[in-house]
């Protein structure tokens, strides 16, 4: 397809403890169909022995937004996994975004943050120091499905995450106002289906992939073929 400055691009945002870098082969399965994409680096993702007052959800919202505002297409962008936080924050008023993708990812609501979205206390941002490491059993929880080799890739590049991305609130959502999708993974041993539905409920169409965590390692030619279809869609319906 003729990527124009009418046809939809994607810009990609990772989870907690991963960078851009785990996009990597879903991009270039997009490239191969004729799609442009584009990744950030969220601040939240910290080397290791970061101490005291780090980057946190605004923070990458920040950069995320930055990131939308110098494409000059329009965007489907896709959020996996805590990507959906920032994501959340970052698009209300972007007006080229065309859609939003959350991939088992956190379509949160003004005031909810990853620490209070299934009931848990909010503490206030302003006393939030440290980190969280990354996840308990990580080859289970974030990689169950993941081939052996791409998992062990994968696991030798995590970081810690600030613990003020999981604590600051989003102060408004793009969901309520762009298109969205969900993709909803099956086999989640991280944010299980019971924990995406209803996530999920808050966007206008749901799909499904029987896949673990992080399908963007684990099958990314079938994720593919749900963002192209999402992308083919929002770009008719603009048309």
Known sequence: MNNSTQSPQF????????????????????ADRGWATHTVDLPSVVPDGAEG???????????VREKIDGIQAPLVVVGHSYGGAPLTQATPGAANVAHLVYVSAFAL??????????????????TVEGVIPVREDPETTLYNDVPEDKRDAALARLLPQSALSFAEPVSRAGWKTLPTSYVLCDDDRSLPPSYQEPFAARTGTTYHLPSGHTPL??????????LEQIARDASAQKS
């Open 11 to 30: 810009l990609l945002v990772h989870g907690a403890w991963h960078g851009s870098w785990c996009w990597r082969e879903l991009q270039d399965v997009l």
């Open 53 to 63: 007052k780090l980057p946190g959800l605004l923070d990458d919202a920040r950069v």
């Open 109 to 126: 609501d003004e005031g909810e943050s990853l620490m209070t979205c299934f009931g848990g206390d909010q503490p206030d941002p302003a």
């Open 217 to 226: 390692l684990s099958m990314p030619d079938k994720l593919a073929d749900l």
